[in-house]
């Protein structure tokens, strides 16, 4: 059963095969690979495939929409944006974060940039940008505003 579908796609809670899909993507594209299980990943199909995924990452009362990605044949088409707007409305806090290098894409979700982020998000992108030898200056933080 899905959580939410559409006649081109459907989103619905990853399983255990879905992570081992997921994962590859995960590196390719850069993301946060850290504490991957199906408690808070959620993916989108198209037919019987994967083609895109994303999570809700709790840090204690901070909630962080992170590892979204959508694969590149299916791009362009309302995923990515499906993907987040799900994960906002299964938030469970008024605290939800994105750390993102396209703050203006992230700003039609109701975020907006922020100078003084969770210690938590903080940490956890040092890490990631160690990781994968990124330079953390180019990143933003980002704290939905909620109406």
């Known amino acids: 059963m899905s959580d939410y579908s559409n006649e081109n796609f459907e989103i619905k809670k990853a399983t255990s095969q879905d992570i081992q899909k997921i994962r590859p993507y995960l ?21 019987t495939g994967l083609a895109a995924f994303g999570r809700v990452k709790v840090y204690g009362k901070v909630n962080e929409i992170c590892s979204v990605g959508v694969l590149k044949e299916y791009r362009n088409i309302g995923l990515g ?13 008024n605290e939800l974060w994105v750390v993102t290098k396209i703050p203006e894409y992230f700003e039609q979700f109701g975020f907006k ?31 939905k505003i909620f109406d």
């Open 27 to 47: 590196n390719k594209f850069r993301l946060d690979s850290h504490d991957l299980n199906t408690e808070n990943f959620y993916i989108a199909v198209i037919k």
């Open 81 to 93: 944006k499906a993907i987040i707007k799900h994960l906002i409305n299964i938030s469970e806090t």
């Open 113 to 143: 940039i922020t100078k003084k982020p969770p210690d938590e998000l903080v940490c956890k992108t040092k890490n990631i940008c160690n990781y994968y030898l990124a330079d953390e200056s180019t990143v933003n933080y980002m704290k």
